[in-house]
């Protein structure tokens, strides 16, 4: 079993996790898993998909019976052949739509599920807007239990269709709630408040961030080429916090690639204040109200307090960035992620869809090579992080090309 402690990074306290935190007990700052050491041997070749990592992560296959629970593979990483050409770089997809809910948040869902059940939590209060309920709904379900209670935006009401296909309704309530994400993200801190649940805690939830973490491993270890650019889109962040952390577990943090989170311009609170070199998201910074845009679904988080810093830390450390693209160019990039043939395919074969999520990213990937600041030859791994939900795209803007 891998040792670690939960560090806080505001006080310094570093505890066994005896139970289940979304911040320190002593002074509500950030935890971090902290291992005690590097693993020598960081894959454990006894063990298939995700457990063989356990070095590294807060699960133990030797000696928790988990592997029942789980069945999540490794993704692949597709060279995107013809984009590259057209882009004059080297483009790499990490092929997330494969998971067994179409998004890279399965992976946090395993990761969250095992440790409430290992902190013994029978209820949890979640906010989403429907990728992480759906993983979150689907591991809960495999493994039976905690009930979850999910607090969902009425506009995502059509997007999670899906997840009935994924929960069983004794761990699964869902609870619509008319307002943006930032306000259904308070209305489920109330509602836990209420019921007297815990809250799942987004970024603050360490469970989720190692549970991404898995991604910069499967890269690391797996893959292993190393790239100039990791290109993700980004609403809360824990996607960026978690590919550095893989690199600082494996003892590699300086040789963490330069970093490109992309917002949409509708919502783009990071970029806002990293524009404006500022090491905490202000007032200033946020949109006053998202309108709505039917290229911008997931990606509406208008206040990511808690993860800007820590995310504008790393950005400075590896000499990342954050970028914002229009509808427009959202538009544009979803086309280009058909000119190679591996998206047709996936369509052809499973009818499923790359999601506007990986398409803002690789507008971002446009735009960057445009302004010049990812350079010609430079080698990018674009993380597609999900499939399409039901109605998030209009077959029009796309059917010439399948
Ligand atoms: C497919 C997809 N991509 C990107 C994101 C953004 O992730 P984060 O909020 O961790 O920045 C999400 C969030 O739900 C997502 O579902
Ligand atoms: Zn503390």
Not at 10 to 25: F, I, L, Q, S
Not at 52 to 72: F, N, R
Not at 142 to 157: D, E, N, Q, T
Not at 262 to 282: H, R
Request: glycine share 8%; aromatic share 10%.
């Amino acid at each position: 079993m891998a040792e670690y402690l939960l560090r806080c990074a505001k006080c310094g306290e570093g505890r066994t996790e005896d139970a289940n935190y979304v911040a320190c007990p002593a002074c509500g700052g950030f935890l971090e898993v902290e291992f005690a050491r590097v693993p020598a041997n960081p894959i454990d070749p006894r063990f298939a998909s995700i457990f063989k990592y356990h070095p590294v992560m807060p699960y133990d296959p030797t000696v928790e019976d988990i592997q029942a629970h789980e069945d999540l593979e490794e993704t692949p990483v597709v060279p995107a052949r013809r984009l590259s050409d057209k882009l004059g770089i080297e483009l790499f997809f990490k092929d997330e739509t494969v998971m067994p809910t179409g998004t890279w948040k399965d992976r946090e869902g395993y990761v969250t599920i095992h440790r409430l059940l290992k902190n013994k939590v029978a209820d949890l209060v979640v906010f989403s807007s429907g990728n992480t309920a759906t993983s979150l709904a689907r591991s809960a379900s495999i493994v039976k239990g905690p009930r979850l209670h999910f607090v969902i935006p009425s506009a995502s009401r059509n997007r999670i269709q899906a997840l009935k296909k994924f929960y069983h309704d004794d761990y699964v309530k869902v609870h619509f709630f008319d307002g943006s994400n930032d306000e259904c993200s308070a209305q489920a801190a109330k509602m836990a408040k209420e019921l007297g649940y815990q809250v799942e805690g987004g970024f603050a939830n360490y469970a989720r961030r190692e549970g991404l973490k898995l991604l910069g491993l499967e890269i690391l270890l797996g893959w292993k080429q190393r790239v100039d650019w990791y290109v993700q889109p980004i609403a809360g962040g824990i996607g960026v916090y978690s590919f550095y952390k893989a690199h600082k577990d494996l003892g590699v943090a300086d040789q963490c690639p330069k970093m490109l989170g992309v917002q949409a311009d509708i919502c783009a609170p990071m970029v806002n204040a990293w524009k404006d070199g500022s090491a905490v998201l202000e007032e200033r910074h946020i949109p006053q109200e998202v309108v709505p845009s039917e290229f911008v679904r997931v990606l509406r988080t208008r206040r990511p307090v808690d993860s800007y810093p820590v995310l504008k830390t790393l950005m400075d450390r590896v000499g990342g960035r954050f970028e914002a693209v229009s509808d427009r160019q959202i538009h544009d990039a979803l086309r280009l992620l058909y000119l190679d043939e591996h998206y047709r395919e996936t369509y052809k074969r499973s009818g499923k869809l790359v999601g506007l999520e990986p398409a803002t990213a690789l507008a971002g990937i446009v735009k960057g090579v445009g302004e010049g600041y990812i350079r010609p030859g430079e080698k990018v791994l674009l993380n597609v992080s999900g499939a399409a939900k039901e109605g998030d795209i209009r077959l029009e803007w796309i059917s010439d090309l399948l």
